[in-house]
């Protein structure tokens, strides 16, 4: 049951952000924003599809303890694509709200992803083994989630500022990813019940695709 109701929904997941990506692609018009915004689509579900396909194979044949490096391998680009995706984010934040230099605030998020990224590159991480350390598991979501929380205060702080009704919710969707993704990150191994978080994380994902999708199709109404 497990097999057929957690491949379904990824499957469903995986379609939906990079079918709206390609979409919000072909439909930009060349219009950055939403080119970016489709872009960043379609890195969050290439990025995803590395872990929840292995993963989707493994539950539907012998079991995930049979596919300890293939989901490793695939949690591994996962994080990557995921500093990716926030990196991106940050951009339809600048282009979004026509923000105009502040070279500092860019470089302090360049830090904190390559920080992120290069943490993940250390053999501590002990990706492709079934006891991959908790302490690495940390270490490395910490610049992630400095990275998370910048951007939560970015589009929060504009979207007021400008009564941004389109993006006024952008900043709950990115909270609520992680507040469902920290206890996974600290708990899931000892409790194997709180994986289950991922579903709404993964949801939370989707409305921020849908928020910049709904956006642009309402511009391309009014244009």
């Not at 910049?212 to 109404?221: K, N, P, Y």
């Given at each position: ?67 300890t ?14 500093t ?17 230099g ?43 989630a ?13 979207a ?24 996974v990150v ?38």
């Amino acid at each position: 049951m497990q097999a057929i109701m957690e491949t379904s929904f990824d499957v469903i997941y995986l379609v939906t952000v990079i079918t709206l990506g390609i979409l919000m692609i072909r439909k930009s018009h060349g219009n950055p924003q939403y080119l970016l915004f489709g872009i960043m689509a379609v890195t969050l579900g290439a990025g995803d599809a590395f872990h929840l396909v292995p993963r989707a194979y493994a539950l539907c044949t012998t079991g995930l303890a049979d596919y300890t490096a293939a989901l490793g391998v695939g949690k591994f680009i996962t994080s990557i694509t995921m500093t990716l995706f926030y990196i991106l984010l940050y951009y339809v934040w600048r282009l979004r709200y026509q923000i105009k230099g502040q070279n500092t605030l860019t470089l302090l998020i360049y830090i904190m992803a390559l920080l992120r990224i290069a943490l993940c590159l250390f053999p501590q991480n002990a990706w492709t083994s079934p006891e991959a350390p908790l302490s690495w598991g940390i270490y490395r979501n910490i610049p992630f989630a400095m990275l998370g929380l910048a951007v939560i205060l970015l589009f929060y702080q504009q979207a007021k500022k400008r009564n941004d009704r389109s993006f006024r919710h952008m900043w709950l969707t990115i909270v609520l990813s992680f507040a469902f993704y920290i206890p996974v990150v600290l708990f899931a191994d000892t409790m194997p019940a709180i994986g289950m978080l991922m579903i709404p994380k993964t949801c939370a994902y989707v409305w921020t695709i849908v928020i910049g999708f709904r956006d642009m199709q309402a511009q391309l109404q009014r244009s």
